[in-house]
Structures are given as structure tokens and as C-alpha cells.
């Protein structure tokens, strides 16, 4: 399918210009705003230009006058004309400091592999590094990536956004978040839509998702059934945090929906978040943009069933693959249940499973 025309069959998917460029025709680096950042030079050509009257007048008055009408030392005037003198104007310009290779000790392979991921994953060069560490590919510091993008054509500005307080529970279990994403539509193969929602739940401690389903309605029912599930499988927690929409919470006071009353039965204290502050819920908030920006804006889904079982790859790929810059770059299951990372290259990633091979033959002829 032409990647145009994707959009079109889904009414509410979110179009993301001007943020990053996804799939076929991604073809560059600088990806925030669309191209890389100009440089100016004027300050260069200003220098340039006033070599060139220094250059001038000692042909007219000779060095001594030269340099007392511009005050420039006689090692400069004599060193600018013996520039100008083997390559004419060209030869005053500033010759670039920087070395042919941002660091000889780094393999050419390395720099190949780095700008490979960051075409296809739209990592910023911290994630690239430790992925590469921990995967057993290569040890190489953000700093270094950070240059190499930058020499590449790919530096961009970006604005630090304001982060609301920072909390975190001490294990896991103690405090549960529940958050309804929607409404999704699922494009149908035989043509219409499916308006659908997303539930989600995640631990607190380790940001590991207990549970990921798609509803196509907004009842309490069918989620508590799930809810209830999730409890069996992973034992239940202490508290449960919820926004205050529906099914959650009721408008009138003191009034427990089904979920409340549920809630309550099982001896979960239910909490709320607080009015105007997304922060408070913001475990799974953060869950839902990795969700979004992964998952939900890239594909299209024939039918519920493909949809599901998209999302339950995720979950996987999530929980015990993808590693996590809150957490000092561990999975969330390495953190939950002590599952450990044994992870090399890129089979388990999605996005770069494909390039498997080549990174073996890359790595066995370095």
C-alpha cells in the first residue's frame, strides 16, 4: 500500500509531520523540522575578506605599511601570503580543524551500524549506545554517536519539556496504573470500521505492563473480567490508580461504579488521579506514546484478530526486549521478575530484526 494513502483509512489516526518521517522514503537523518540545521558564514567570509585587504596593501605598501594600517603581526601577513600566493583567494579561508574520522579506535562498521538504527528506529544516540553495549555489538559513548550525527547532516534543536514530580514505589505489586486508550478504529479488509479501545495496565516499580486488550465497547463488564485475569496471573496489587473517566468513576459522590465495587470486594485500594495533573498517571501515559508512536502509527490492522495479536507482540517485544532510559537501560521484566537480558543483536527488536545477517557478517569480517 502507498504510504499516502495509509492515512486515509483510518479517520482518527494522528498525522505526525514535522515531528519524525516513518517508513518508505525515509531516507535522512534529520528528521525534527524536516532538514538539518544552516550554518552561517558570515563570520568566515568577513575574515576572509579582510585577509584579502591585508594581502592588498602589502602589495601596494609593503609589509610595514600593511601591517600599521591593520594592525595585524608580520608572522600573519607573511603566512596569509604565501597562502594566497600557492592557492589564490581559496587559500585564506579557515582550513577545518576536524579529523578525517571523528575517532580512529571506532571501526568504520560501527559508524555504518549506528546510522543504520537511526534510520530505522528514530533512537536518539543514549538509547543507540547502551542497545549496542548491552546486545554485545559494540561499546561506543553517546558523546561520540552525538558527533557522528551531527557530521552527518542529522543535529537537531529540541526543547526540554517541564516534568511534573517524580514518584516511584518501592517494589512491585504495591501500586498498579489502568488507563482506557481511545477510541481506535480498526480498518476491516472487507471495508469499514471498527471503533475500538485499549486498555492497559502497568506496574508502577518496573514499568512492566501486566496486561494489553483491545474492547470494542466502554462497559465496566468485559474490563473487570480482564482485570480479574490479570489479578490471577500476576498476583494482585496493593492499590490501583485510575483517571477519573468512566468506568472508573461515577459523578455523583460517594456512588462506586462496578469497577469501584469490584475494587473493593478483592481489598485493592482504589486510587484517583488528581484533577489537571497527567503526571500522576504518568506510568502508563509514557506506555501509551511508546504504544502510539511504535505500533499504532505505523501499522494497519485487517480485522480485531490481527490487531490483538500485534499488540500481544509488543507486549513481549516491551516487557522483555526493549530496554528502558528511566530504569538505567534494563527491561522492564529484568526489574519485575528477574527475567534476564540475554538478548544479542538485533533479533528481537522489530524494527531491525531483518538486518540480522548482515550485522553478523559485519561483525565476523571486523
Known amino acids: 500500500m502507498p504510504p499516502k494513502a495509509q492515512h486515509a483509512y483510518d479517520p482518527k489516526r494522528r498525522t505526525r509531520r514535522h515531528h519524525y518521517q516513518a517508513g518508505p522514503g525515509f531516507l535522512f537523518l534529520a528528521t525534527q523540522g524536516g532538514r538539518p540545521p544552516q550554518t552561517s558564514s558570515t563570520s568566515s567570509l568577513t575574515r576572509v575578506r579582510e585577509r584579502m585587504r591585508v594581502v592588498r596593501l602589502a602589495r601596494e605598501d609593503g609589509a610595514a605599511g600593511a601591517c600599521r594600517q591593520t594592525g595585524c603581526s608580520r608572522a600573519s601577513l607573511y603566512r596569509w601570503l ?32 549506528v546510522i543504520t538504527v537511526r534510520l530505522l528506529t528514530y533512537w536518539n544516540s543514549k538509547r543507540i549506545a547502551a542497545e549496542m553495549d548491552r546486545r554485545c555489538i559494540y561499546r561506543v559513548g553517546h558523546d561520540y554517536i552525538d558527533r557522528l550525527l551531527a557530521a552527518k547532516g542529522c543535529a537537531r534543536g529540541s526543547v526540554t519539556r517541564e516534568r511534573g514530580p517524580r514518584y516511584e514505589r518501592g517494589r512491585p505489586n504495591e501500586l498498579w496504573h489502568i488507563d482506557i486508550k481511545g477510541p481506535f478504529f480498526i480498518h476491516l479488509a472487507g471495508g469499514g470500521y471498527v471503533k475500538t479501545w485499549i486498555v492497559g495496565l502497568v506496574d508502577d516499580h518496573s514499568r512492566f505492563v501486566i496486561g494489553l486488550r483491545i ?15 490479570c489479578f490471577e496471573l500476576c498476583g ?31 481489598h485493592v485500594n482504589h486510587l484517583r488521579t488528581q484533577v489537571n ?31 490483538e495479536t500485534a499488540l500481544a507482540s509488543f507486549l513481549t517485544y516491551y516487557n522483555y526486549h526493549r530496554l528502558s ?5 534494563i527491561t522492564p521484566g529484568e526489574r519485575y521478575d528477574g527475567t534476564p537480558f540475554i538478548d544479542r543483536g538485533f533479533s528481537h527488536i522489530p524494527a531491525l530484526a531483518h538486518l540480522q545477517p548482515w550485522l553478523d557478517d559485519l561483525m565476523r569480517v571486523a
Open 215 to 229: 474492547h470494542t465497547d466502554y462497559q465496566a463488564a468485559p474490563i473487570l473480567r480482564w482485570l480479574e485475569d
Open 82 to 113: 604565501a597562502a594566497y600566493d600557492a592557492k589564490g583567494v581559496a587559500g585564506l579561508q579557515d582550513a577545518s580543524r576536524r579529523p578525517n574520522r571523528l575517532q580512529p579506535a571506532v571501526p568504520a562498521w560501527v559508524e555504518r551500524v
Open 325 to 329: 532510559g528511566t530504569l538505567g537501560w
Open 277 to 307: 495533573s497527567p503526571w500522576t498517571n504518568g506510568k502508563i501515559e509514557a506506555f501509551w506514546l511508546v504504544l502510539q508512536a511504535e505500533i499504532l502509527d505505523r501499522q494497519l490492522f485487517a480485522d480485531i484478530t490481527d490487531a
Open 236 to 266: 494482585q496489587p496493593l492499590e490501583l490508580m485510575s483517571d477519573n473517566g468512566q468506568p472508573f468513576v461515577t459523578w455523583i459522590p460517594h456512588v462506586l461504579t462496578r469497577f469501584g465495587k469490584r475494587l473493593e470486594e478483592l
